[in-house]
C-alpha cells in the first residue's frame, strides 16, 4: 500500500532563517505531488505541484521554491523565512493523469516563524 | 483559470440537524470534483467524489451531485452527528490546468453541537 511521510510535525524558525520541509512518498511510481499551504483564515492555497522529476508549477509568486530531486521525493524550501510564511503545510500525492484520482495528503507541518 | 468557491463559515448545527454547504466551481472542461475533510489536527482525507455532469457521490451519509448547469457541488447530509465537525474543503480537477492539478476552495468549518 502507499504511504506518504511527512516532516517534520512542528517547526519554529526564526525571521531570516532557511527552511527545508520533505515529503517522500512510498508504494508507488511517477506520482504527481503537491505542496498546499493552509493559513489561519484562508483555505488552503495550492503551492508548487509536479508531475516529474526536476518538473515544478509554481502557483503563487513568494518566498518560497520547490525541488524534486527524486521520483518519490518533494522539498519545500526558503532561504530567508518571513513571517508570513507561517501556516499548515501539506504535502500530498496523486496518481499522474488519471480521471477523477483522488489526493492522498501527509499528516501536514505547523510551521511558526517568529 | 479554475477556481473553487464556497459558502462562509463556520456552520454551527445541532445534532440530529440537516446540513447543506455550497460549492460551485469555475473550469473549462469537464472536472472533476470532490469533497474533502479535515478533522482536527489531521491531514485531509476525500470524502466523496463525482466524475462527469448528473454523477451524486455519497460516503458516510453524506452527499455531493454534480451539477454542471448550475456549475455546484453543494454537500449534503440528513442528520449530523457531533463527530462530523470538521472542516470540509471542495475542490477540482481536470480543468484548464488538466488532471495533474487539484485545486481546492477556502474550506467550510462546521461545527455540531449535542
Known amino acids: 500500500s502507499q504511504t506518504i511521510h511527512q516532516w517534520p510535525a512542528t517547526l519554529v524558525q526564526p525571521v531570516g532563517s532557511p527552511l527545508s520541509l520533505e515529503c517522500t512518498v512510498e508504494?508507488?511510481?511517477?506520482?504527481?505531488l503537491y505542496w498546499y499551504r493552509q493559513a489561519a483564515g484562508r483555505g488552503l492555497q495550492l503551492l508548487f505541484y509536479?508531475?516529474?522529476?526536476?518538473?515544478i508549477s509554481s502557483e503563487v509568486p513568494q518566498n518560497l521554491s520547490a525541488s524534486r530531486p527524486q521520483d518519490r521525493q518533494f522539498i519545500l524550501s526558503s532561504k530567508k523565512l518571513l513571517l508570513s510564511d507561517s501556516g499548515f503545510y501539506l504535502c500530498?500525492?496523486?496518481?499522474?493523469?488519471?480521471?477523477?484520482?483522488?489526493?492522498?495528503f501527509g499528516q501536514g507541518t505547523r510551521l511558526t516563524v517568529v | 483559470g479554475d477556481s473553487v468557491t464556497q459558502m462562509e463559515g463556520p456552520v454551527t448545527l445541532s445534532e440530529e440537524a440537516f446540513l447543506t454547504i455550497n460549492c460551485t466551481y469555475t473550469?473549462?472542461?469537464?472536472?472533476?470534483l470532490f469533497w474533502y475533510v479535515q478533522y482536527p489536527g489531521e491531514g485531509l482525507q476525500l470524502l466523496l467524489k463525482?466524475?462527469?455532469?448528473?454523477d451524486k457521490g455519497s460516503n458516510k451519509g453524506f452527499e455531493a451531485t454534480y451539477r454542471k448547469e448550475t456549475t455546484s457541488f453543494h454537500l449534503e447530509k440528513g442528520s449530523v452527528q457531533v463527530s462530523d465537525s470538521a472542516v470540509y474543503f471542495c475542490?477540482?480537477?481536470?480543468?484548464?490546468?488538466?488532471?495533474?492539478?487539484?485545486?481546492f476552495g477556502a474550506g467550510t468549518r462546521l461545527a455540531v453541537h449535542p
Open positions: 500530498a500525492w496523486s496518481v499522474r493523469g488519471a480521471r477523477g484520482t483522488e489526493a492522498f
Open positions: 508504494g508507488t511510481s511517477n506520482p504527481n
Open positions: 509536479s508531475v516529474g522529476i526536476g518538473q
Open positions: 473550469a473549462t472542461g469537464y472536472p472533476s
Open positions: 463525482a466524475t462527469k455532469a448528473d
Open positions: 475542490a477540482l480537477s481536470g480543468g484548464s490546468g488538466g488532471y495533474n492539478k487539484l485545486i
